[in-house]
């Protein structure tokens, strides 16, 4: 039995705003898609972040159905679970697709696909993960951080290395990873397109051969995103690429105090460039001298236009709402705060307000 496991599609990310950088995730969810149906696997496991947030445009779901139903078409069934940024209070958008018989919404409750029982959880926000009791040799798939990525993960490898799943498929991180402990495989896909600038390795997906343990990656075809580093002459380097940069995304890290913003923008859209980028690294540099992505508010806001926060600020500060709507707000768009924690939040932040 083969599988081809992915995850962190976010589709319905309009990426800098641009409609081209929405097409593009949608597409890179229809090339896994089109591989699975090649490779004739037996099942699609998507492990959670289908979507980027919980209100899908038409658009989005119209591609989202249709490369859905060309599964259905090739006899795959596509089986799943629900990450942090679609994770809605009531109906989730999988139980939908699992109505109209296109998906299969995993849950603690093993489902059975030619003998192999799969297990699932959907994200489960800040306040830990319980494992489910599982049959040896299972498959579990959920969304979650892993200690090993990221120090205040919800989930310790070796809870999953003790648990009775053989294979655990995760999403929620962005880069394509694997422990193997014995005949166990705990792994990562990655993100299908770069949802961040950092996320710089070639994007895919997995395909895993649930006998022999064997795991092989495809990549995918993303849009071409040219980075230019920080000892880097920016204006010479856009030169002598100029002809990779047409429709590409620029990343522009800058070190430099020579250079102005706007020179480099103009000159990256003189060559072709989609969008541009530019990460002043000045002051980490100074700090540490990593080339990490490091935010440098002066330099940095006139090319946010991608910004929504920063715009939806802009736009809510003349507009003298309540403390108490203030709070609401802020709990709600704080990626930090699970769907599920944003009632409990909410009462917390508005207890803390005077004249209550
Ligand atoms: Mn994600």
Known sequence: MRILHLADTHIGTRQY????????????????????????????VHAGDLFDDRYPSAEDLHETLQALFRLQEAGIPFLGVVGNHEQRRGVQWLDLFAHLGLAVHLSPEPFELQGALFYGLDYSGRRGVELPEMEPGSVLVCHQMLDQV????????????RSGARFVLLGDYHEHEVWREGDRIVTYPGSTERWQLDERRPRGVSLLDLETGRLDRRELRTRRFVYIFPDEDPLETLRAKRNALKGAVVCVYLSDRNHRVQEIEERAREYGALAVRVRDVRERL???????????????????????????????????????????????????????????EVTRLLDLLPNR
């Open 286 to 344: 100074a700090e540490d001298g990593s080339d990490e992505e490091a935010e440098a508010p002066p330099v940095q806001v006139q090319l946010e236009f991608g910004n929504l926060d920063a715009l939806l600020s802009e736009r809510l500060a003349p507009l003298e709402l309540s403390p108490e709507a203030r709070a609401i707000d802020q709990v709600i768009r704080d990626p930090q705060i699970a769907d599920s924690r944003v009632d409990a």
């Open 17 to 44: 705003g641009l409609e081209e950088r929405r097409r593009d995730f949608s597409q890179a969810f229809h090339q896994a898609i089109e591989i699975a149906v090649r490779e004739g696997v037996d099942a699609v």
């Open 150 to 161: 990221r120090s205040d993960g919800e989930l310790r490898l070796e809870d999953l290395l």
